[in-house]
Every structure is written in C-alpha cells, then in structure tokens.
C-alpha cells in the first residue's frame, strides 16, 4: 500500500503517522519528492481500512497494491477452480450451459422445456421460483412450489437445478437445489453471501448492475471466507447509458476476471440485452471470449411467459444456438 | 398505454391481439400509420406486464402512458405527505437535519457526538449499527449493542433515533428505532420493503446507486402497497463514469421527485461525493433545491473513525453548516 | 409520431394544437383515455423538432415511431451496402482485418509492420498522423510526414491506408488516404461530417465515448445526407462506470447496428479495453458476434511506442490472433 | 508518480528501467516488498507518458502523484483568475449570469430578449448562430447572420456577448463575440483548442457529456498552454444511466474543480436537466454550490423557439430565477 502525503505535513506529524502503521505490523519505506512525500507500507496491509486512512488529513491520496481479496485471487491458488454440480463439471476447460424458464409456471411447462433442452445439450435446468420484479403488482414466482416442480423435472431428467435465492430465511427451501443463484440485486445482500458461505452449496453470483468487476471479487470473497469454495461467477450486462439494449453485455470481463480469479466465469446473454433475437450472436460472442459456461433463457411460447418473455428463446431457436456455440467451441481448440 | 405494431402485421394477428387486451378490460383505440398501426390502450393497465408485451413477435414498442406506481403517485395524492417521527416532521414545508456518526462505535462517541449535533440544530440521530461493507474483513458494526446505545442518547438528548436495518431477521431488533433506514445496497431487496411495509415503522428509503428516479419509486410502492405510508426518499448520489468524487450526487433528483411523488425527499450529501471538504457546499445546494432535509455524518474524530472517515465531519464543521443551511433556507422564503 | 397530451388541456387548445399538425401536412388521429388524450401524427414526421413539441406546456410527453434517420435505415434500403476500398470488401459477408500502428512513428516502422500484419492476413494498413491526445505534452503525430511514410508502406505492400483526420482543414492532406477516420471524440463533429459527406471518400465513422448506438446512426446520416454512401462504423468501447478497463466493449451494438443499418460494422478491440493482452479474446469475439471486420493496432515494439503501448500487439501476436478469427469465421458458415 | 513492478521481474529488468528513468533526469527510489517493488520517480514527471509506462511488460501498475496539468493548476498559481469579459469580471468573488435564446432568429426576437434579461440583472447575453444538432435535417443557426444580430444588440444594450464556435474556419467571424463558448461536444476538438490558445480571446469551455474533471482541466491547459489565460469552465450535466432528465448536472464538480484550479467555474443549469421547470430549482443550488455565474437559456416564446424550446424559461420565469438566486448569493456572505 502506497500513501502519498500532502505538501506542508510537519515532520512530527509524518512521525506519527509511521509509528501508527509500525504498531500495526507493517513496515515502512519513505521517499521524498519536491512536492511530495511518498510512504510504501510492506506487510499485510488487507486489514487497513483504505477509506480511513484517505480520511486523514494530511494524506493526498493512498493506492492499494495488493488486493483485498485474498481467497478469490488467482495470485495465491494458481489453479483454476472446477465447481462440481452433482456431476456436473464447471471450470478448468469444462464449459456447460444451463438453460430454462425465466420464472416455473406449471409442471408441464417445466417438464417440457427440460426435455427440450436436455435433448439440445444443456447440462443444467434453471427456473425461477422467487422472482425479483421492480413492480409490486407483478408476478412474484411460485416459491415453494416452483421450487418442487423443478425437483420433479430433475427426477425426470436427471438434470441438476438452478434456482435464485432471495433472502437468508428461504435456505432451508433451497436443500435440493443444486446451484444457488445469487442475482444481480442481491450481488451486495451481505448477510445472504455470510450465510452462502457457511453452506458447501455451489453458489451462482451474478454481477449486480452497477458494480465494477473487484467488487464481484469482493462479493465472491464473503462467502469464500466463510469456507465455502462452489462458486461460479456470471457476467449478465451493466447499467449504461445506451438505452437500445437492457443492459449492456461486458465481455471484457471474462479474460479480465479469468486473469484475476481462480473460480469459472459463466455468461447471461439474456438478461444482458433483454432482448431474445441478440441471445444467439452474444451466445457465440461468450463462448470466443473464454467464458467457462452460459446460462440461457429458454420458454416454449415466450409470448406468454409469465415474466420476461421479451428475453426468452423457443426451444428450437436454443437448439440452433446450442449447436452453434459448440461449433464455435470446437474451432477454440488448437 | 400505446402498443405500436409491427408492419406486416395480419389483420387477424391484430384482432387476436385486441381481443385480448379486451379481455383484460381495456378499451381499444386503433390508429393506423403508412408504416405503423398504434394500438391505444384506456382503463386500469397497472397490471399489463409491459415485458411480457414487448416479447410478442408483432410489437415493435410499448409506452406506457400511466405511471405504475399507484399509492406514491402525486396525480393521486396531491398533498404532499408529512411524515411524524416522534414528533419531528418532515415534508410539507417542514425540514430537518439528521445527523450522527456513521458507526456507533461507544457509548461515549455516541452521546458525545448526539448532544453536539442538537445543540448545532439536528433534530434526529443517526448512527449506523450493521454496516454494509465490502470487504468481509472490514469492520461490520456493534450489532444489538450499537442499536442500544443509540437508545441510551436518545433518552439522553430527546433526538429520534435513526439506523439501518440489512436482514428482515433483524426487524424486531429496531423496536426502538424511531425511522428505519433501507441503504442503497437494499433499494430492490423487496422481501426486505414487503416487510417493513407491514408495520407503521416510518422508513428512510435511499436511492441505490444505479436506480433510475422511477425504480425508487417502484420501491416506495412496494413499501406503501402494504399499508405503510411513512415513506421518506433519499437521494444520495449515483454511480458514473466521473471518479473524483464516490458518487455523483444527482440534486436534479428533488425536483423530480417533488413533481413525480407526495413522499417528502431528503439528500445526503456525505455519502454522494465521499469526501468530507465537499460537504458544506452540497448541503447548501441541497438545501437551495428544495430537499426537505438532510442526512449529514458527523464524527468527533474522523481520523480515527471505524468506517467512512474520510466523508465525516467535525461537530465544529457540522455547526458552521447547520447555520449556514438555515440562511439559505431564510433566503427562500418568499 | 405519438403525442400525450395533459390532464387539463382545454378542447379549444387541443383543437389549436392540431390545426398545427395539419398545417404541417400530418394527419391526427385522436384517443381520449380518462386521465389522458392521445394524439398519433400521421405521415413525415421526420422535420419535427421532438425536443420542441416536448417544450409545449399542454404536452405530456412525445414518441416517435419512426426514426429520424432515413438514408441510413434499413427499412429503406433492405440490401447491404458493401464498401469498397481500392478494392478491398467490407460488408454483405466480406470480413476485413485493419493493422497497424497507433502512430506513425519512422519509415522503417511503418513499412516493416505492413509487411508483417500482411503476411499475417491483414488486408488495410492503419497509422495515426494526426493524434487526439489528451494533454498537450503528449506526443501528437506526425501529421503530413506520418501520411507520406503511409502512403510508401501502401507503394510497398499494395496495403489500401487508413487514418484518422481531426480537421476540416487537412482534408487536402489526405487525397491518398483510402479510408479516412473519423474518431471517437469527433462523431459529433458536424461540420466535419458534413464535409465528408461532400466527398466520395470511403469513411470509417467511430462511435463516440458516451454515444447512443442511434446517435451513431444519425452521425452517419449527416455524412450521407450529402451524398457519400461509403460509410463504415466501428464500434470501439464506451465509457461507463467500470474501470478496469480503459472503456467498456459493447459487442451488443453489432446485432443492434446490423438490424438498424445496412452499413458494415466492424470492431476496434484495441481502443475498447486498452490492455493488449484482451485484444485476442475480444478480436475473436466480436467474430463470432457477426462483425464485418475489425480494428487492431499492431507494433513491432509496444514498449517503446510513442504512444498506446498498453493496448498495441506484437506481430507474433497479431498472427496468431488473425488465425484464431479465421477459424472462429469458419466455424461460422453453415 | 510511483511505478510498481510485476512480481519476477529480473534485477537486470529493473536496473534498466531505472537508468532509462535516470536518463530521463528523474531520481528513483526503490522500496522492495514480499511481493512486489514500487519505484518512486522524483522530478518533473509531466513529460512521462503514462500509457506508455503501462504498456511495459514489466508493470503492474503506474500512479501520478503529480498532476498533469501545470498552467491550470491551483498548486501553482494560488489566486483565483477574473476573465473580464468588456469589463464584467467573472470569477475571485465576482458572480455573473449570462442569458439568452439558444438560437438568435430574429433581429426583434434576439434584442427584445436581451432588453429583457438585461433588466432582470443578467450581465451577458448568450445567442446561439451555430448549433451543433443531433440530425442534419434540424435547424442549425443563422451562422453570419445570427452573429451580427447578436452584435446589434450589444450594440443597443451593452451587454457582452456569448456565442458558440463550431470550428476553426469560422473564427474570422468571431472577432466582435466577447466569450467565445466551446460546446460540449468539441471539448476535446484539440485544434480548436489550441487555435483559441494563440488568441487572447475569452474562452467559455463547457464540460463534455463523458468527460471527467480532469480531462476538462486537461482541455483547458490546451488553451493556456498557448498562453491564452481567460478561461471559464462550465458544468453542465453529464451522461448517466438516468433518463428522466436528458442529463445529470454534477454540482460536485464547482469544489471540485475550486480545490483543483485557480479558472472561474459557472454552471448552465438550461442544458443540464433539458427541463425548464427545473432552471429555478438548479439555479438556486448552483448558487448555493458556490459556482461563479451561470448561463441560462431564456425565450420569449418556447413554444416556438426553433431548438432546445424545452429547456427555456420565459422573461419572466427568468426575472424571479434571478431575484432568488440574488437572495440565495446574499445568503451566503458572512
């Protein structure tokens, strides 16, 4: 950690200072400028409050270089990390793509779609039981209910289940859920990533909206520190100002968490643009960019879906995509 | 509501379309276009899922006409609402100053810093309890402890007492928290708003950092549709590309919401830019803005402070502000 | 074109409103709701000014259903337009690969980096003359030494030439130019644009940092509205609240420009992320999300470039970049 | 600035980088720690460009201690500018407000505003005779023209005028403007800027919709760096994800940019929102911000003003902004 004093700090004062960081442990180097003075703190510097020190007065400015996530960094587990879901293999050079309904509606829909895309080469069923929706008058999931019909279509199929979680008090709902979604709001819901983290459940964490890339690594540390390590990350777009697509999709983010984490990096196609005729160009675009796995909306009769249906493919447009992003995986290898 | 169709859409697909909003109860109004047929949609469309509308393959675009919040809605409810927390009021012409350290840290901080702030004019504390934070290593507040030395000042110095809860769980631990905060992290946790809107607990609402001046709306509505119309919106800066300051404190956002809403709007100007020098001249914009109060931190010791030193100010400082928040506030009367 | 009218609104101003529209030679077609009046504009609504009808006080808000780009629309001109540059193809299934270096820095330089990126596939040279730089210390081109050292490599190698113009002024300048760009920060540029437009040069129009994909359109429109048809966009990164990397890559816009427009689209992953180690990822990505092409800077020796080291690729790397594209374009065909 | 190497760099790496520093007459301090080495360079470090630092394979990351902008900065030139505009002083205590249509159309329109605006205590009149408009087929200004009826009723009322310039070509024409404006769109338009640096011209630089704090200090040490020194900068709202007001205005920005630079800050509070209901309320809190002046948009007819009628007040809307803005200044004296 760097800490750049500023111009006109006496040397009582930058004194102080020193003793303060010694009595924490850490070892000081100064070097002084025309202008400034310059103090490096070596040692473990994860516990100092970056926020607190750039409060002090006579500090101008103060720059980590080490970061602040220590389990989730590639720095220090150089091996990338291949989350198991009943079987199913994610990371390290496994790709999977998990594909259902936005929100379950009844058990022949849920059945259905799952033999869709099963048959189409998706490993994982999705479906949504508790739903997250900007209005009180929409519809809300459901719940438990939801949550039963997709173990129905897992014990049918044998495809393990994805469904989101919405607040700590729903965990004992979620015991036959295989992967835990965490979804974009709930990406700083601390509590529920403490209490995912006293769990051994595979974790799905999405990126909220509008938070930069560390702070998913942050996020992902919370339940990591809790000693849960089953967690895949997911890219699902960000809020910007171009209004022509939902979201806008940050592709960038699969090499740039891949060169920062050891944990697999999936793709949301659907809910990046919000708009279903983009899933299958920014399907392939996910898979060229190196992601480990995608996640696709996919409803029999998307103009009557429940919720989100602008978003959702048919089983058939899923089954093109699913075929094409294969091809595109295949040209990958050397 | 006005859906615009497609061209090349049937006559029959149109019919089939107006039927069903018929069946909705909606009345129908049809307009066509060399290029476009608009469908103008009249009655109570609260209910119509506007994505579910834009997902049908014959839509080109929906706008909505009517807003969807209903209860927070100013066209229905056209005196602005005054919110009673033990006495203080607020909106509706009445102004207030919160203000207190961000975290309670001791007993002794605590009522130090409570009997500065109401003698400098605050006529509420705050004081934060659970501590959203970022890094799980970082200091995450005193919990239970916290929340009953806030009580301790309040029977002290008479000041309603203000903090912010993170987990439904918690709730009955805020009995005597006279206004309960939902940070900005937690704009879109509804579990969290459908609760609170089961009590009578007046609730102090922040804007999330990447919600639009509508989505927090939406949330009051949900907080409101369940019988709680104690509702106080807070802006409290947004974030962007500009990294000078935290956030970018969005002071268009009260007029905005003067217009749009019934529900008194207050401004916290120490989180928005996160830097304690700026807090002065953002109070006093704020308050020449038309905000109905303000939510200021303040710490007899910024420097040492356990979190967010660095946008904390001096009681010292805090007196010079409140003084000056009151000349601006006598300058706009007419 | 759809206007709401507001509550409130007399007959007798709604009626004087739309003798307005029809003195204008539009058509109106009335929809009375209970809280609002509907009024839908029929026929060119192109020379409508949306922000003044928006400044009306009767008007509650305006849509328009049509877009105010015509030349550059789809709808009108269903074909692709295929640009072509001294012979080289883009657009309507022909895939270009543009190299070279930020700067145009020596003789040597230039011709030995067109040789290379030719060998490698490349079938334009791209060099910077004339340079955007931030501060004025920086280094800023070589302006009318850097063309002619381009116009040798394109003697030399047969390679057509590509570079930026930031000035009406140089336009003589750059008759031996074969593709003239506009940059990022001069899309909105219209006096330039303008310009352009009166020549029949072939034009590679940037999307600007915070520009909508629709304010590109319109940019484009301006330059052939005065007749040059030869446009090719490029999507290049933009600027958000993420900063990891330099500017965030949309690879939604290309799906979104390719149902807008029947120009090419091609992308600079160079630019948008700014670290050369993403530039393969994000080169093969935007292949498979259906570019017509792509933008790369190549250096023989990014370390000591004159400038945008950070995002530049060694040759070596350029060649195997350029493999792995044609094979994710293979993998593309049917 | 601090550069901090890579972990395995080689010692031979490292001695080279730092005699490549050396011969660049910088001193170096080096401060070794477990995992990596930050190297501090002492002297005059503006030359260095950072991207180019970045771009070396050896480094983690490069920090600027010093900033790069010398001329402009308030480090080194302590006492506030005054750009006396024909003898009206903007800027150490000196607060003016500039007004007038967006477009000059008239001679009767443009004198009867200024007659106006001049009662109700503005000091300048704005006219715009060259618009930069989104669409070409919208009204772009009178251009020669609009300049000389601007300069009749300088002529007539005395006011200064304030008039925008598009590009290079058309300064001749500028001769009798007394501010000239850089609209947002050509804050980064270098030629212009430093064309305008040759001159002793004063130059209003407005804030571009994507551009920092610092890049706009960045554009307006372009200017002085040609010796030009009567600079005002301009907030006026930037580019977020929030749409109910076309932009943001970040009034962060009048500290900011105070504690940064010794250049008088105004703030237009007419372009920023796009809402003419919101001038009273931003102009009021602009004020209260501390900004040196403001420019508002002012017409006698908005409902028909040729551009931008949305975000113009009446003459006498205006009359009462500038009564209360006097009161809210005089607030704010000790």
């Known amino acids: 950690m760097i800490a750049v004093l500023k111009s ?8 102080n200072l020193c003793n303060w960081f010694e009595s924490m442990g850490l070892s000081v180097n100064i070097s002084t400028g025309d202008y ?3 103090i490096g703190l070596i040692g473990d510097t994860s516990k100092v409050d970056i926020e607190l020190l750039e409060g002090l007065s006579i500090i101008e400015s103060v720059k980590r ?9 590639l720095k220090f587990h150089e091996d990338p990390t291949v989350v198991d879901i009943e079987g199913v293999k994610v990371g390290g050079g496994n790709f999977q793509i998990i594909a259902g309904p936005c929100s379950v509606e009844s ?4 059945l259905s779609i799952a033999e869709n895309v099963k048959a189409s080469g998706a490993s994982m069923l999705r479906g949504g039981a508790f739903k997250p929706r900007t209005s009180p008058y929409d519809f809300q999931g459901l719940h438990a209910q939801g949550l039963e019909l997709l173990a129905e279509a897992k014990a049918k199929t044998g495809l393990p289940i994805v469904s989101e979680i919405m607040n700590i008090r729903d965990l004992p709902l979620f015991e036959n859920v295989d992967l835990i979604q965490v979804g974009a709001r709930n990406m ?14 595979p974790v799905l964490l999405k990126r909220g909206l509008a938070n930069t890339i560390k702070e998913l690594l942050m996020s992902a540390e919370y339940i990591m520190a809790g000693g849960n390590e089953n967690i895949i990350l997911c890219e699902r777009g960000i809020r910007t100002f171009e209004s022509y697509t939902r979201n806008t999709l940050d592709l960038s983010a699969v090499p740039a968490l891949h060169e ?3 944990l697999p990096v999936i793709v949301d196609p659907s809910h990046a643009s919000g708009i279903s005729r983009f899933v299958e160009s920014m399907s392939m675009a996910a898979a060229a960019a190196g992601a480990d796995g ?12 429940l919720c989100d249906g602008a978003q959702s493919v048919t089983p058939a447009q899923f089954d093109k995509i699913a075929k094409k992003v294969a091809k595109i995986r295949e040209a990958m290898k050397d």
Chains 1, 2, 3, 4 share one sequence.
């Open 8 to 15: 006109g700090v006496t040397p009582e004062q930058q004194e």
């Open 36 to 38: 400034h003075t310059i």
């Open 65 to 73: 270089i080490s970061e602040p996530y220590k389990k989730v960094n």
């Open 107 to 110: 058990e022949q829909q849920c």
């Open 188 to 201: 700083q819901n601390f509590d529920l990533l403490r209490e995912l983290g006293n769990t051994k459940k």
């Open 260 to 262: 920062l984490t050891h």
């Open 294 to 305: 995608l996640m696709i909306e996919v409803h029999n009769d998307p103009e009557h879906a």
